[in-house]
């Protein structure tokens, strides 16, 4: 098992089900959130080292999340997660301090490698 | 030749040649044509004709009266001079017959000693003679031998008998040479009367017209009221021929007319009704010598009315046609803007459209995706599951389609995310064959062979990838359209000074020539169904990438498009 947590937020629960499942087949500690909410509460009692996080969600935007993350535990790396056309958010979102963006869908090992490499720095 | 043509050209407005315009469209730029021509040349050519009526009645007002005046002059001189010259001989004849009685003037001493008298103090006198009342010449001094003559059936004698004066007619009587006779009346006081007759010679009458000074081309002479010439005339006879015009109408006064010779050529006339005489002065001229001037002048006016009409003409259907064919530009260009417009906020829509469609249908994707893997994670640590290759294999076979679903996506949202001009760097290859994706299984069932040629080290351009597919797919949308099942569509690409050239050549039916010219006019369109935007929207973000586009076609034969797109952009920057 790595030592690193990874939070994973997504309104779209079964990709979050699946993909927090598929991480901890791969030795990797991963909790799900369904909304910004949520996470920012799982955030407060938990040290995560890595959050990926969707931009779009029904209620508290990815943007907003990300920032009160960043104000929670500046040092979280948070990786985002967005549609095809939804770059131009991506983009946004590095600048507020994001370590990368995917684009839906993802693949596995890309993802876990960019993972690790904001882990290790 | 070339020159006229070109000339040619300007007059002929362009809607006229432009098969391609709606009939609404011809007719209303006809009207705008035909409005502007008439109103242009109504205002601009009455006033110019009116003028030139007006100064040519005024000019030839003034020269007929200069034309006249001499005439009317000359009569009322002759008139004067005539009148005043046989009141004359009346007055010294008058005198004779009441100074002398009848007895003294019988006397033939006495008569001829009168008769010398008059004869050097008045010219003209050829004979005198005393005659009673019964018309016998009772004395007489002259060349000849007439006394004793009876002049009772003389018109002149008829006449003296009623009134105291008369002059005859000119006649040749007996003496056998032109000459007239003037007789005047003495009563006596019981009432019986007697008459001195003179006879005057007609070339005392000569005398006095060629004192007249006339030019070579007037004519003046004598008729009396019957229209028989008492003296010789020019044009018109000797004395005593038939003056073969009308004997113009009485007047106490001189008068100027327009009359026409037997031949029809107007003369210009002046007369005058010579008092207590049976004459009539007649001054006739010919205008043509007097007129020269006056026609000459005329027809400078007539020339320069008629080249300023044609050049007024010419530059009102120049400008007209040269407005028209702006009116027409303007159009075409609003037209053209509109389209964009149009066609800009239908890409903007169907563009927002395939986000959001694209973006929902990208969710589901990710679970399939995550889920298939993680079936897949799970199936691969059951190594004792009989079915693992095959679980494997149809996991595989479900991220492989996610990722194609993600490709499908990925391109459409490209190509219809924005209409904005966004430079990057791009791989014209790679953006042919990513267009050709789409056109694939339309290449396949139709069994068009699709061949790409591409030049060796062919640098990337600065361009916008969204327009480029656009342009690209259009034409070889159109490529697919025109070839027949079967067929070849060839795309070359190579690079030319600084330009990337795409060459896109079918073997389809051809363009027919008439059309080649519009085919990237908007709403032109061969197509039963077409919108004849296509091409006019491709040329456009060409031109808009600083690019150029170039068709060649033959009927029968194929079509090619070549674009020419700069490989450093400066449009961009």
Known sequence: ?121 | MKILFKIYRNFVPKYLEDKTLPQESVFRYNRVWTYVVLLTSAVALTPLIFMTFININQYQKTFENEMMNPILALTSNAKRSLEFNFEERKAALTYVISDKSFKELSDGTKLANCFYNLKQSFGGFIDLGLIDSNGNQISYIGPYELQGKNYIDQNWFNEVRVRDFCISDVFMGFRGFPHFVMAVRHKNDIGAFYILRATIDVEFINWQIANLHLGPSCDAFLINRQGILQTSSHFFGDILEKYILNVPRYSSHEEVIEIKDDKGHPLILGYSYIEQSPFIFMAVESPEDLMKNWLSLRSSLLVFLFVSVIVIILVIFWSSTYMVNKIKEADIKRARVVHDLEYTNKMASIGRLAAGVAHEINNPMAIINQKAGLLKDIISAQNDNPYKDKFLGLADSILQSVDRCGTITHRFLGFAKRMDFKTAPIDLELLIKEVLGFLGKEANYRDIAVNLHVADSLPEIESDRGQLQQVFLNIINNAFAATSDGGNIDITIKEKHEFARVTITDSGHGIPEEHLENIFEPFYTTKKEGTGLGLSITYNIVQKLGGDIKVKSKVGKGTGFTVSLPIKNEAFK
Request: charged residues 25%.
């Open chain 1, 1 to 121: 098992m790595e030592n690193f947590k990874v939070l994973l937020v997504d309104d779209e629960k079964e990709f979050v089900a699946a993909l927090v499942e598929r991480l901890s087949i791969r030795g990797i500690y991963a909790e799900g959130a369904s909304t910004g909410e949520d996470a920012i509460s799982k955030i407060s009692e938990t040290e995560f080292n890595v959050v990926l996080l969707d931009l779009k969600m029904p209620g508290m935007s990815g943007l907003d999340v990300l920032e009160n993350i960043k104000s929670i535990n500046p040092s979280v790396k948070i990786i985002l997660i967005t549609g095809y056309g939804s770059i131009q958010l991506g983009e946004e979102g590095l600048e507020k301090g994001a370590y990368h963006y995917f684009t839906k869908p993802i693949n596995i090992d890309d993802l876990i490698d960019k993972i690790k490499e904001a882990v290790n720095g």
